[in-house]
């Protein structure tokens, strides 16, 4: 599959991008991390094309690296604003300060710090990721009676739990320790189905932001 068929398809995340900004105005506030993640995103696919395009690699790793931190800042802040935290700031600031620690600590045992593969880290915020959506699912299942395929949350979960399974999967094909005993048809096709998987997650964040609820309008009884 050629590099711009796989960007063109990266893409797709510009419709979840297009409905959450004509939804902004109207939707539950907590989910305006989501739309901010899904924003940020779509900038980061455009400037890592350029980047490419010019044959700067080690500057499109840059923006990867700093990507992944702020993927999993964005995640985190909208499953606390979820509730996933019991809405505990302190449990919160520990989890995004422990995190950035781990970022900071990867980058540099890096062999080029910043401008080589955090590899490592997106394998471990990957995981938090799954885990914190699985423990909302499971939320979800024994809270919610009916109503959940119109349920943003579900569809956000789901797609953050097949994204970061095969994502990992990926980080640890390009490990050293593991480099050499993956065949590299078998990374080629791999990349590809991660391409396809990416088309299908994006269009699943798309369906979720049209499920987003609405905020909800306090009035006060005199």
Not at 81 to 94: E, I, Q, T
Not at 135 to 145: A, F, G, K
């Amino acid at each position: 599959m050629s590099l711009t068929l796989k960007f063109w398809l990266s893409l797709s995340i510009v419709f979840a991008v297009i409905i959450g900004v004509i939804r902004f105005r109207k939707i539950d506030p907590s989910y305006y991390p989501f739309i901010y993640r899904v924003s940020l995103s779509l900038v980061v696919e455009l400037i890592r094309r350029v980047l490419l395009l010019q044959n700067n690699n080690i500057a499109a790793t840059l923006v990867t690296n700093l990507f992944s931190l702020a993927d999993f800042l964005l995640f985190a802040w909208l499953f606390h604003h979820w509730g996933l935290f019991k809405r505990d700031r302190r449990l919160f600031s520990g989890i995004i300060s422990g995190f950035f620690i781990i970022w900071v600590v990867t980058t540099y045992a890096s062999p080029n710090h910043f401008f080589s593969a955090n590899l490592y880290f997106r394998i471990i915020y990957s995981f938090a990721l799954i885990f914190f959506s699985v423990t909302t699912l499971n939320s979800l299942i024994i809270n919610t009676r009916s109503g959940m395929l119109r349920n943003a949350k579900f569809w956000i979960c789901i797609g953050i739990i097949i994204f970061y399974t095969l994502f990992i999967i990926i980080c640890a094909t390009q490990l050293s320790v593991l480099k050499e005993n993956v065949s590299k048809d078998f990374q080629r096709q791999f990349y590809d189905i991660m391409v396809f998987c990416n088309l299908f997650v994006n269009l699943l964040y798309a369906g979720a932001a049209l499920w987003i609820p609405r905020k909800k309008v306090f009035s006060t009884v005199y």
